[in-house]
T-cell receptor, first 116, second 114 residues
Framework: AQTVTQSQPEMSVQEAETVTLSCTYD???????LFWYKQPPSRQMILVIRQEAYKQQNATENRFSVNFQKAAKSFSLKISDSQLGDTAMYFCAFMRGAGTASKLTFGTGTRLQVTL | DVKVTQSSRYLVKRTGEKVFLECVQDMDHENMFWYRQDPGLGLRLIYFSYDVKMKEKGDIPEGYSVSREKKERFSLILESASTNQTSMYLC????WGGGPYEQYFGPGTRLTVT
C-alpha cells in the first residue's frame, strides 16, 4: 500500500514571499503520478499541479512549481510570490499508474496562511 | 464549466437514522468517488465506482454503502448512522483511463450525527 506524509500541519508566509510545502511518499511502484490539491476555506478542492513519475523535469504552473526527487520519494510544492488567495489547505496525493480507477491516496494536509 | 454538486452542504441526523448523500456530475465521467475528510487524517477513500452499477471498496468502507444507477449520480448511504460518522464528506469524479486524470470535487457535505 502507498502512504503519503505531509510533516507540516501548518505554515505561514508573508505576501510576496516564497514558501515550500513538503511531501514524502512510500511506494514500490515505478509508474505513478503525484498531485498537489488546494482546498480554500469553504470552497471546493481544486488541482494545483501534477507530475508524472517518468518525467525528470519538474512540473510548473505559473507561480507553483514542484521539486520531484524520485529516489528520495519526495515531492515538495513551491509557491512563489505568495498571494492572499493562496491561503488554503494543501494536500499532496499519489496515484498508481497501472489500472484505470484513478484512485488517489492523500496526505494529511498542510494549512497555509498567507499574511500581509 | 465543469461541475460536481452534492445534495446538502450541512446535514444533522440522529444516531440510527438511514442517511443518503447524493452527488451529481455533469462531465460524463466514468469514475466517481466518495471520501471523508477529518482533521489530521486528510481525505480517506470510502468507495468508488468506475461504471454504472459497478463499485469497489476504498480504504474505509465499513458502515457505508453506495449506489450508482445512472452515470452522473453516485450516492453514499449510511445504513445506521453513528456518531463516529460525523465528518465532512466529499464527492469527486474523473475520466476513465490510465492517465493522471484530474479529480473534480464537489463542495462537500458536513454531516453531524447526534
Amino acid at each position: 500500500a502507498q502512504t503519503v506524509t505531509q510533516s507540516q500541519p501548518e505554515m505561514s508566509v508573508q505576501e510576496a514571499e516564497t514558501v515550500t510545502l513538503s511531501c514524502t511518499y512510500d511506494t514500490s511502484e515505478n509508474n505513478y503520478y503525484l498531485f498537489w490539491y488546494k482546498q480554500p476555506p469553504s470552497r471546493q478542492m481544486i488541482l494545483v499541479i501534477r507530475q508524472e513519475a517518468y518525467k525528470q523535469q519538474n512540473a510548473t504552473e505559473n507561480r507553483f512549481s514542484v521539486n520531484f526527487q524520485k529516489a528520495a520519494k519526495s515531492f515538495s510544492l513551491k509557491i512563489s510570490d505568495s498571494q492572499l488567495g493562496d491561503t488554503a489547505m494543501y494536500f499532496c496525493a499519489f496515484m498508481r499508474g497501472a489500472g484505470t480507477a484513478s484512485k488517489l491516496t492523500f496526505g494529511t494536509g498542510t494549512r497555509l496562511q498567507v499574511t500581509l | 464549466d465543469v461541475k460536481v454538486t452534492q445534495s446538502s452542504r450541512y446535514l444533522v441526523k440522529r444516531t440510527g437514522e438511514k442517511v443518503f448523500l447524493e452527488c451529481v456530475q455533469d462531465m460524463d465521467h466514468e469514475n466517481m468517488f466518495w471520501y471523508r475528510q477529518d482533521p489530521g487524517l486528510g481525505l480517506r477513500l470510502i468507495y468508488f465506482s468506475y461504471d454504472v452499477k459497478m463499485k469497489e471498496k476504498g480504504d474505509i468502507p465499513e458502515g457505508y454503502s453506495v449506489s450508482r444507477e445512472k452515470k452522473e449520480r453516485f450516492s453514499l448511504i449510511l445504513e445506521s448512522a453513528s456518531t463516529n460518522q460525523t465528518s465532512m464528506y466529499l464527492c469527486a469524479s474523473s475520466a476513465w483511463g490510465g492517465g493522471p486524470y484530474e479529480q473534480y470535487f464537489g463542495p462537500g457535505t458536513r454531516l453531524t450525527v447526534t
